[in-house]
T-cell receptor, first 112, second 112 residues
Framework: RKEVEQDPGPFNVPEGATVAFNCTYSNSASQSFFWYRQDCRKEPKLLMS???SGNEDGRFTAQLNRASQYISLLIRDSKLSDSATYLCAVKPYSGGYQKVTFGTGTKLQVIP | SQTIHQWPATLVQPVGSPLSLECTVEGTSNPNLYWYRQAAGRGLQLLFY??????ISSEVPQNLSASRPQDRQFILSSKKLLLSDSGFYLC???????????FGPGTRLLVL
């Protein structure tokens, strides 16, 4: 089983739709979680960190489900500009240097 | 605010030629620095990380090497490039061990 897994998609959704992605992780000791957005041929950019209680930033909501070992990203009222690949990242807590493991990303295409 | 620079932006090199990619970070001190490679349609592969000047850890054995001659400078090198070295090379920094990573704009390398 991969350390971090994502459905590669693509998810093709119409403008205004709500879409959700999941990211599963295998290390139950994982403590920190992130969502990044990567546009075509660009670097990943931090979208949001994922907190235990869940967090929201405008149209974006991130949730953590420790029991089932996955994080989710919900995008409401999708915009054309949301089209991108969304990467999740997971970091264990073990003191000292902690390697972040990235998923391979889920591609989202918002259609007019 | 912190900024991260990479150069060159794109590079086309023949097989067997040397390589030197540079990354610099501004606006912070003693950052953790990382080199990743992203092959076409694939996830981020951590190549090297550094927690301080002259301190380099390798994640994947290969014909690449890294050096950190100054606090905010990270260099990725190769003596002889292989076709399989083609990819998108991303430098990232974090403040402290394992904190959120921020990526530079990347270098797209094509080895012919």
């Amino acid at each position: 089983r991969k350390e971090v897994e994502q459905d590669p998609g693509p998810f093709n959704v119409p403008e205004g739709a709500t879409v959700a992605f999941n990211c599963t992780y295998s290390n139950s000791a994982s403590q920190s979680f992130f969502w990044y957005r990567q546009d075509c041929r660009k670097e990943p950019k931090l979208l949001m960190s994922v907190y235990s209680s869940g967090n929201e930033d405008g149209r974006f909501t991130a949730q953590l489900n420790r029991a089932s070992q996955y994080i989710s990203l919900l995008i409401r009222d999708s915009k054309l500009s949301d089209s991108a690949t969304y990467l999740c990242a997971v970091k264990p807590y073990s003191g000292g240097y902690q390697k972040v493991t990235f998923g391979t990303g889920t591609k989202l295409q918002v259609i007019p | 605010s912190q900024t991260i620079h990479q150069w060159p932006a794109t590079l086309v090199q023949p097989v067997g030629s040397p390589l030197s990619l540079e990354c610099t970070v501004e606006g912070t001190s003693n950052p953790n620095l990382y080199w990743y490679r992203q092959a076409a349609g694939r996830g981020l592969q951590l190549l090297f990380y550094s927690v301080g000047i002259g301190q380099i850890s390798s994640e994947v054995p290969q014909n690449l090497s890294a050096s950190r001659p100054q606090d905010r400078q990270f260099i990725l090198s190769s003596k002889k490039l292989l076709l399989s070295d083609s990819g998108f090379y991303l430098c990232a920094w974090s403040q402290g061990a394992g904190e959120t990573q921020y990526f530079g704009p990347g270098t797209r390398l094509l080895v012919l």
